[in-house]
């Protein structure tokens, strides 16, 4: 920790100690005012991560023949699906900073009120001037948010803020005049804290109220593991009464009531002493319930309607479970809906819905809300089933211990997808679920490639930091490897390995004395997990790029493998081909890694970069010139990188240090040895003076980011069809879709919503 956080902490726990009173937003702004001198500057070229750059292209996510394909019942069944999902995606806004919902709401009144062509001519810009205008907007509302999906930095506006005084007061908006005096500043400010997201010092956040510290967040962990609660479906917020903290856990639900039992906990007022502080700290903890309900409770109208037009009864209960858990707060609801989910093999309509990915709480314990609706690809998915029937021959070939493997592999359904609705901050390829580690280490779980995620994110053949002769390869091969990488990183990844636990009886899932003996040879601990810790408790903010770290090295490890190619239809002469550019991709993507680092505060902003970085590390300290990187000029005379690969040596040099590097990955996450796998990756990721200087090589020449932009359902008057809405790619149709998306009564509730609770998220 720098002198500068030290000093932050401390005048912060010393003045909070000093002055507790209930409005503690007050403490943090005027402590925050006078720690403004240790607030590190920005260079010009650093500030460019914080924008949405010009030249952001945006792609169309083409699901036009999937859904043409369904029948009007199956239209019908994805429409209200999708409309439940939007409803949900409302809540990222929620989830991710104090400006967010407002800004939505701010863009949704501006552009209902007016034209695009008429707010131009009212606030007299330029063409140059509305396009930024235009760009932040839709980035805006792809995001959900004013934090990138990717990396959870900041975005402020390339308008300069006078502009963007000039469009609120030309629009003539009473509501958004209103909006923008309680954020505008904050919208455009760059101090240290708001760059990216993050607990205390370290960021903002929306999931602890701004007030919560590392410490409070162990506090509340031990407590929650006291009762057996997982904290997926809730926000936690901190205030003082009568002197004494008091910690709020707050349920997300349609229900604000507390008496009701269909919840698994009991909801109420707790006083919790922890057993681990030192001195003993002692608090009152209240369980409610009733976030976001205005929004739960039109998600849940949603899920209702689809039930009409399920395909099966499995459906049904699935949908009958999750809306059990959103109106009542149940985790366990959803839980069960999870396990209906995985039952419903190869539907021809796919979908799953509700607070699943923990990678946006920096303290990795928190969901963000996330609803996917897509329609299964069947030629592909072809190939996916046939990797999972061969996966019982695969896994024997991982670098652990066969017990450290799951006692039976339960085949799960592997499908590819084109998404039609995909509603929440971001798209990913593919997706490894439920999360829930009971349900995925006993019962199974599901796999889905997005595969028209992946033709549209592969449409851009700029490539930077490698030969022109790489760069061919690359976008020759690019496809064929990611897919073979996805297939293996989601299947063989995340779906391999298994946690040593210890139930609340007492009774293991393992033989203590035989893993004992092989843990030892192999330099690992005999250290399990407890009863009520789970891998996401238990790793907390590590856990999410730890995990993606170990599947992505899978993906590496069993590229090569001769069988998985043949699945794919990789033919004997592109195999090589397609494992370098596996490979080369990788490594390129942990040098591009480096934009996502923070110097001095050492922080890393994307879980799944951070984990490509570590790849990195491990390949070049692996030796023998299989990767080296070498500081050039380019034709611009710019300062430059050159990346090299030896492809001769992935198999006799590289496998077998990922292999290595992948054995300790899986030893210390099954064995929960959290300070053993912190150590070893922190050596990784620490980033040196050479690798610092180019990262202002890599921000430089980074390449824009591409936003997506989906389509909507609509039902056509009278005739009880579904018409899919299609948009051209340009930040008018990104602002279109949001129109159509939400009407005016979608958005009743939500400034209410953010009235309640902005004060927790002062900074």
């Known amino acids: 920790m720098s002198v500068c956080r030290c000093f932050r902490s401390g005048i912060k726990k010393f003045i909070c100690n000093k002055t507790k009173q209930f409005k503690f937003s007050t403490v943090n702004i005027k402590i925050n005012r006078f720690l403004n001198t240790t607030k590190m500057a920005l260079t010009e070229m650093e500030k460019q991560i914080y924008t949405i750059d010009k030249e952001t292209q945006i792609v169309i996510l083409d699901c036009k023949d999937a859904f043409n394909n369904l029948s009007k019942k199956e239209k019908l069944y994805a429409h209200y699906l999708s409309r439940s999902s939007w409803s949900g995606a409302l809540i990222c806004l929620y989830q991710c900073s104090k400006e967010s919902p407002a800004l939505f709401l701010m863009f949704n009144r501006i ?45 402020v506006p390339l308008l300069p803020k006078e502009k963007f005084d000039k469009v609120i007061s030309a629009v003539g908006d009473e509501e958004c005049s209103k909006l923008w005096s309680e954020i505008g500043d904050s919208v455009y400010s760059l101090d240290e804290r708001v760059r990216q997201l993050g607990l205390g010092d370290d960021g903002v956040t929306t999931y602890l109220s701004s007030n919560c510290c590392v410490e409070d967040n162990e506090f509340i962990k031990e407590f929650m593991a006291s009762k057996n609660i997982e904290g997926y479906n809730t926000r936690l917020f901190k205030y003082t009464t009568n002197g004494d903290d008091v910690f709020e856990i707050r ?55 689809a039930k009409e037009f399920v395909s099966n009864d499995v459906e049904g ?35 799953y819905i509700g607070f699943i990915e923990t990678y946006k709480d920096p303290t990795g314990i928190r969901g963000e809300f996330e609803g996917f609706v897509a329609v299964v690809n069947r030629e592909m998915s072809a190939k996916f089933g046939n990797l999972v029937s061969r996966a019982e021959n695969i896994l024997p070939r991982m670098p652990w211990p066969k017990s450290l493997e799951k006692d039976e592999f339960l085949k799960p359904d592997f499908t590819s997808l084109d998404v039609l ?144 190619l043949d699945i794919f239809g990789v ?63 380019g034709a611009d005379g710019k300062p430059d990188l050159l990346i090299k690969l030896d492809r001769r040596q992935i198999e006799t040099v590289g496998k077998p240090a990922i292999g290595e590097f992948l054995r300790k990955l899986q030893v210390y996450k099954s064995t929960a040895d959290v300070e053993a796998a912190k150590a070893m990756y922190d050596d990784l990721t620490t980033v040196d003076e050479k690798f610092i200087k180019w990262r202002d090589i890599v921000i430089m020449r980074r390449l824009p980011r591409k936003l997506l932009l989906q389509s909507n359902t609509v039902l056509v008057d009278k005739s009880n069809d579904v018409k899919l809405l299609e948009y051209e790619s340009t930040p008018e149709g990104v602002i279109q879709a949001m129109l159509d998306r939400y009407s005016e009564s979608d958005l009743t509730g939500m400034k209410e919503l953010w009235d309640k609770d902005k004060e927790y998220f002062s900074v």
């Open 317 to 351: 209960k699935m949908l009958n479970e999750y809306i059990k858990s959103f109106s009542s707060g149940s985790l366990n609801a959803h839980k069960d809906g999870s396990r209906y989910w995985i039952r419903n093999k190869s539907p021809v309509v796919e979908t």
């Open 421 to 564: 609705t995909f509603a929440s901050s971001g798209c990913p390829a593919g997706i490894n679920i439920p999360n829930y580690d009971e349900i995925r280490q006993g019962e199974g779980f599901k796999n889905v490639s997005l595969g028209n995620v992946i033709l549209a994110q592969s449409k851009d053949k700029r490539v930077t930091f490698i030969s022109d002769e790489d760069s061919e390869l690359l976008n020759e091969h690019k496809i064929a490897a990611f897919e073979v990488q996805v297939a293996c990183h989601e299947l063989l990844g995340h779906g391999s390995g298994k946690s040593l636990n210890q139930t609340e009886s007492g009774e293991f899932n393992f033989d203590k004395d035989a893993i004992s003996i092989e843990l030892e040879k192999i330099g690992g601990r005999m250290l399990w997990y407890k009863a009520g810790e789970t891998y996401d408790s238990k790793f907390g903010s590590l856990s999410s790029s730890y995990e993606e770290c170990r599947a992505e090295c899978v993906g590496l490890y069993l590229c090569s493998e001769s069988d998985i």
């Open 111 to 155: 552009f209902r009120k007016h034209s695009l062509d008429k707010i131009k001519q009212l606030a007299k810009l330029t063409d140059d001037e509305f396009h930024d205008f235009k760009l932040y907007s839709a980035a805006i509302l792809t995001y959900f948010g004013n934090y990138k999906d990717f990396g959870d930095t900041k975005i």
């Open 251 to 305: 349920f997300a639900s349609t229900n604000t009531s507390n008496d009701d039992t269909a919840v698994d906990i009991v909801l109420g007022e707790h006083r919790f002493t922890s057993s681990k502080c030192e001195p003993p700290r002692s608090a009152v903890i209240k369980l409610t319930r009733g976030d976001y309900s205005v929004l739960m409770g039109k998600m849940v109208a949603n899920l209702e309607k």
């Open 571 to 633: 033919s004997e002469s592109q195999r090589s081909d397609v494992v370098y550019v596996n490979w080369l991709s990788m490594v390129r993507a942990g040098v591009m890694a480096l934009m996502f680092y923070t110097p001095g505060r050492g922080v890393w902003g994307q879980a799944h970069m951070h984990a490509r970085y570590a790849i990195l590390q491990t390949l070049l300290r692996a030796g023998k010139g299989l990767v080296e990187i070498e500081e050039t000029v």
